[in-house]
């Protein structure tokens, strides 16, 4: 067995009542081209007394499996997960059937294939390549262009270090009314909790609720607004911005699926899953795999069939900021659907500047815009004080402006706005100051907190409207759900009723 791990196992174990220290046996046998291999001799109990009273006893031992290979750049053991009775992982063990071994990518090093599929996989592997070389990258472009900073610092009494600058007491003291006017021509938010029969099973069996409670409100939501269950032949696509490893993705799938009649369950037709970091534990395989399940029980469907109503799942690592949606609506993928195709926008906590970054990126294509291809979006919006004023919509930067709100109070907003969620300490009161720079209470930061992220809220839903959207701002959850429970939907202006 490799060192310092241990069989998952319930095992019937003698162990002697006296005290057992145990020590690893470990071997260096091999050195390959891609580090060393650590013998694997089974780690052995070294009974420090020879007491012979020993007792029966049944020893639980959960420990994770670990691959016993020894990375020879960070000395460090391999972090994957080894089979019960192999040594090694997928990655570091050679198949015994096939004598094959596995070599590193030249691409990246940092992953390795079987080396007689090295040739197939360098035609497919993007690891490494940098996003500019696909067609759906241009860098910046949903950035504001020139022609709108330019109109930006023309309209700003703010100097830029200024904006930047700490905020400090007196900035507080100078916005808190500002923002109080502002905040009282607002109507309150409406709370809309829906729920997903889907979801229900799943619910059922988790600990923590709070995600699946999340998801099935946006999934509800979708449905309500006819976004979920495709009108006619229409093929819908759901681009996740934001998507982390798509868990919102396979169960907006799975409630599509719920909905699925006929004598092939189709759910959705695709999936666009963007994100800008590498994620773990991705979803999409499992996505793909609810749907054939979904489909087992259909004999009389051929397997080509089931094939071709499959999902498609593209996944891009990418900034939004970078991403032109025209180019992934022309993709084999996608462009298969033909006229029939239509894009959903779906996100469960889309960082600040992220929310506005994906309003412009939606916006920016002539596909979703001009050619009618998009027909909504649902997004749990989050972290407020991770905006940027620069990306803020214009009509977003207007509606603030023409409330007395410039760029400064923007800055001020954020960290206003950064109250809201920043939750309490345990034994913290309402009336507790704590020595806070702003002078206010804890419970008075809450909820000055809350007015700015409706202002910021608002500005977005203003510089939608003006852009031809309907748009609906609402609770998505109760605050103990999520701190992060304000939902954004939009539609095309004139898209038709919600649905029953
Ligand atoms: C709070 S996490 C939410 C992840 C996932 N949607 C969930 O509910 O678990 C926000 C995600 O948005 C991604 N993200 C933030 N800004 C982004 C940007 N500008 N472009 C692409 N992805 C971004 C982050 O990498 C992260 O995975
Ligand atoms: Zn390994
Ligand atoms: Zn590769
Ligand atoms: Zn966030």
């Given amino acids: 067995m490799p060192v310092g791990t241990t069989e998952a196992k319930t ?90 071994k596995r070599v590193a990518c030249p691409q990246d090093g940092r992953h390795s294939v079987w080396e007689k599929d090295l040739q197939r996989h360098l035609l497919k592997c993007r690891v490494g390549i940098p996003n500019t070389y696909e067609v759906w990258y241009k860098e910046n472009l949903n950035l504001p262009q020139e022609s709108e900073r330019a109109v930006c610092a023309a309209n700003t009494s703010v100097a830029s270090s200024a904006v930047t600058g700490d905020i400090t ?13 502002v905040f009282s021509a607002f109507a309150p938010l409406p709370f809309i909790q829906h729920n997903h029969a889907s979801l229900s099973l799943r619910l059922g069996e988790l600990g923590n609720q709070k995600h699946a409670i999340q998801q099935a409100s946006l999934i509800g939501h979708l449905h309500a607004e006819g976004l979920l269950v495709p009108k006619g032949d ?24 719920h909905h699925s009649v006929g004598p092939i369950r189709d759910g959705a037709s695709g999936f666009v899953l963007i994100d800008r970091a590498s994620n773990r534990n991705k979803l999409e395989q499992k996505l793909v795999k609810d749907y054939y399940e ?29 991403l032109l949606l025209d180019e992934v609506v022309k993709m084999p993928e996608m462009a298969k659907f033909g006229d029939r195709v239509r894009f959903i926008g779906i996100s469960k906590h889309l960082c600040g500047a992220a929310t506005d970054l994906t309003l412009r990126c939606i916006q920016n294509s002539l596909e979703m815009v001009k050619n009618m291809r998009f027909k909504g979006l649902v997004v749990a919006m989050c972290c407020r004080h991770c905006c940027a004023y620069d990306i803020m919509l214009p009509g977003a930067k207007q509606f603030l402006t023409t409330r007395g709100l410039d760029a400064r109070a923007f800055a001020v907003m954020m960290k206003m706005a950064s109250w809201a969620v920043s939750g309490r300490r345990p034994g913290m009161a309402d009336e507790d100051l704590n020595g806070h720079i702003s002078g206010l209470t804890v419970k008075e930061r809450e909820e000055i907190g809350l007015k700015a992220r409706r202002i910021i809220d608002e500005s977005r839903r203003f510089a ?37």
């Fill in 11 to 100: 095992a019937e174990v003698v162990v002697p009542v006296q005290t057992v220290t145990v020590s690893s046996d470990v071997t260096v046998s091999v050195s390959s081209e891609m580090g060393t291999v650590v013998g694997a001799s089974a780690a052995k109990a070294n009974h420090t007394s020879g007491a012979p009273s020993v007792k029966r006893q049944k020893v639980e031992q959960s420990v994770r499996l670990q691959c016993g290979f020894i990375i020879p750049r960070k000395q460090r053991q391999c972090g994957m997960t080894r089979r019960a009775g192999q040594d090694f992982c997928a990655v570091h063990s050679t198949n015994p059937e096939t004598a094959q």
């Fill in 169 to 181: 007491a007196e900035d507080f003291a100078m916005w808190i009314p500002v923002i109080e006017t």
């Fill in 234 to 257: 229409a093929a819908h696509i759901f681009m996740e911005f934001g998507c982390g490893r798509a868990e919102l993705s396979r169960y907006v799938n799975q409630a599509a699926l």
């Fill in 294 to 322: 979904a489909n087992a029980k259909c004999p009389l469907v051929q397997a080509d069939t089931k094939k071709a109503h499959a999902p498609s799942v593209l996944r891009m690592k990418v900034d939004i900021k970078d």
């Fill in 464 to 500: 939608l409207e003006s852009s031809g959207f309907d748009v609906k701002l609402c609770h998505y959850v109760e605050r103990d759900i999520s701190l992060e429970n304000v939902c954004l939907i939009i539609k095309p202006k004139g898209e038709g009723s919600e649905s029953p």
